[in-house]
Nanobody, 120 residues
Framework: QVQLVESGGGLVQAGGSLRLSCVASGVISSINPMGWYRQAPGKQREWVATITGGGIPDYADSVEGRFTISRDNAKNTVYLQMNSLKPEDTAVYYC??????????????WGQGTQVTVSS
């Protein structure tokens, strides 16, 4: 079993910044990739950003240049630095990882979500 705990959400004015964190715990040999998704009210969950085990990031067009994903492999943690926030960034943000146990089993795990609200 793998668990994810997210933190860092909150209320911020447009143009502000927030930093989300997601810590993975459990029986983990490696994690690849780690990513963030979000779901706004009345909308489907959408992909935001992903980072590979080697540290290569990828971003949705809507956040490119404003958000930065990073990871600390020693801490099994992924971060999402969000700058120049817009009201349309308001959503519940979810962490998602693929982790590998020592015996080879792969687990895909979602976090519980953290609310980000951007006021205009």
């Amino acid at each position: 079993q793998v668990q994810l705990v997210e933190s860092g959400g909150g209320l911020v004015q447009a143009g502000g910044s927030l930093r989300l964190s997601c810590v993975a715990s459990g029986v983990i040999s490696s994690i690849n990739p780690m990513g963030w998704y979000r779901q706004a009210p009345g909308k489907q969950r959408e992909w935001v950003a992903t980072i590979t085990g080697g540290g290569i990031p990828d971003y949705a067009d809507s956040v490119e240049g404003r958000f930065t994903i990073s990871r600390d492999n020693a801490k099994n943690t992924v971060y999402l630095q969000m700058n120049s926030l817009k009201p349309e960034d308001t959503a519940v943000y979810y962490c998602n990882i693929n982790s590998f146990a020592p015996w080879g089993t792969t687990y895909n795990t979602w976090g519980q979500g953290t609310q980000v609200t951007v006021s205009s």
